[in-house]
Nanobody, 124 residues
Framework: QGQLVESGGGSVQAGGSLRLSCVAS????????MAWFRQAPGKEREGVAS????????YYADSVKGRFTISQDNTEARVYLEMNSLKPEDTAMYYC?????????????????WGQGTQVTVSS
């Protein structure tokens, strides 16, 4: 059974940076997509960024374009989310997800595998 473990969350001031990491293990196949989602209290879950392993394509939510960068290591077992110029509205629990999903559908969040989440708090 596949497992995803996130790390790297924390508390920073506005304008600061954090790097999230997600390690995948126990999979019998390589998911074609690994993605980051976030959910703030009282808000719906939001797709933040995705990485498609084969084509090495990346997608971003408009709210994070130009500030966040998703990347994957060469083993394809770890995905990162580099977050710069953080804003208070980026405060949320961030989740890693993995599965085989089409490029146009990742933001719907229809992933079978999810991590437990890592908290990001940005103060003004």
């Amino acid at each position: 059974q596949g497992q995803l473990v996130e790390s790297g969350g924390g508390s920073v001031q506005a304008g600061g940076s954090l790097r999230l990491s997600c390690v995948a293990s126990g999979y019998t196949y390589t998911p074609n997509c690994m993605a980051w989602f976030r959910q703030a209290p009282g808000k719906e879950r939001e797709g933040v960024a995705s990485f498609y392993t084969g084509a090495r394509l990346t997608y971003y939510a408009d709210s994070v374009k130009g500030r966040f960068t998703i990347s994957q290591d060469n083993t394809e077992a770890r995905v990162y989310l580099e977050m710069n110029s953080l804003k208070p509205e980026d405060t949320a629990m961030y989740y890693c997800a993995a599965d085989n999903v089409g490029p146009g559908s990742w933001s719907r969040g229809e992933f079978r595998y999810w991590g437990q989440g890592t908290q990001v708090t940005v103060s003004s």
